[in-house]
């Protein structure tokens, strides 16, 4: 594991954070204003980009990228087999299928503007990746195993989330934070699992935009029940499919 890069990853995507976040919160809570301010619009864009920024810093600072090119080429490759991509469609089912047949749901916007909004969640979520799945996760599992690692990351990431409940407006204002974190872990396997199978990031970020991106279609409140079901779905499917791939490779 290497601390150095570890450190230096959340040390930048923290005091981004908490600068730009931070400082929506506490425009937001003591100035009565919305994110819909084009100025906290601004700060929560440049907070939410905080693991991306990171990611590039203290890979090129580690000297693990030579040039932004090269880090660009690492997330985007898109040459994964079909396998990968059916397990993405998998994980994202199972989040939704869960969550509307507990809870229920209305459609909101139509199907069709999935194909508007999946690229705008590239700057609405699936750019965190590059960060959390590109270096937090792989790292921390060389010390501490698969499981521990995603229980810590998932962690890492629901503290991150924290300033987005006190920023008025935002999708997170009207949420439990305790159900966030259930969510947060749940995603986490889904997306650990992804990346151990893929080993590339941007798998990952496909799936995190259209988990985002659908919830503008698909729109259901969330429940302790339907959270904790989905929770441990995800955690059995996850370890079924990291079985089947130990088995595949030992077999090739």
């Not at 990746?129 to 698969?146: A, C, H, S, T």
């Not at 990031?201 to 729109?219: D, E, K, M, Q, R």
Request: glycine share 6%; with cysteine.
């Amino acid at each position: 594991m290497n601390k150095k890069l570890i450190k230096e990853f959340l040390i930048i995507t923290f005091t981004i954070m908490l600068v730009f976040w931070g400082g929506c919160a506490f425009i937001s809570q003591f100035y009565n204003f919305t994110v819909n301010n084009l100025y906290l619009r601004i700060m929560h864009i440049i907070g939410g980009f905080s693991p991306t920024i990171a990611s590039y810093i203290s890979l090129k600072r580690n000297n693990k990228v030579k040039n932004f090119k090269e880090w660009l080429k690492i997330i985007f490759d898109l040459k994964h087999n079909i396998w990968t991509y059916l397990l993405v469609i998998l994980f994202v089912f199972i989040y939704y299928i869960i969550g509307c047949t507990i809870n229920g749901f209305e459609i909101g916007a139509p199907i069709f503007m999935i194909i508007i909004i999946l690229p705008m969640m590239l700057v609405g979520g699936g750019n965190e990746e590059v960060g959390w799945r590109m270096i937090l996760q792989p790292e921390l599992e060389k010390k501490y195993g698969f499981n521990l690692a995603t229980i810590f990351t998932a962690i890492i990431w629901w503290i991150w989330h924290l300033p987005l409940f006190f920023i008025k407006g935002t999708a997170n204002g009207n949420m439990n934070y305790f159900l966030f974190g259930i969510m947060c872990l749940t995603l986490c396997y889904a997306l650990a699992t992804i990346k151990k199978v893929s080993k590339g990031v941007f798998p990952c970020i496909l799936t995190h935009c259209l988990i985002n991106g659908l919830s503008a279609i698909f729109v259901f409140n969330y429940s302790f029940i339907s959270c904790c079901i989905s929770l441990v779905i995800t955690i059995i499917v996850s370890i079924i499919v990291l079985n089947m791939n130990s088995k595949t490779r030992y077999n090739n």
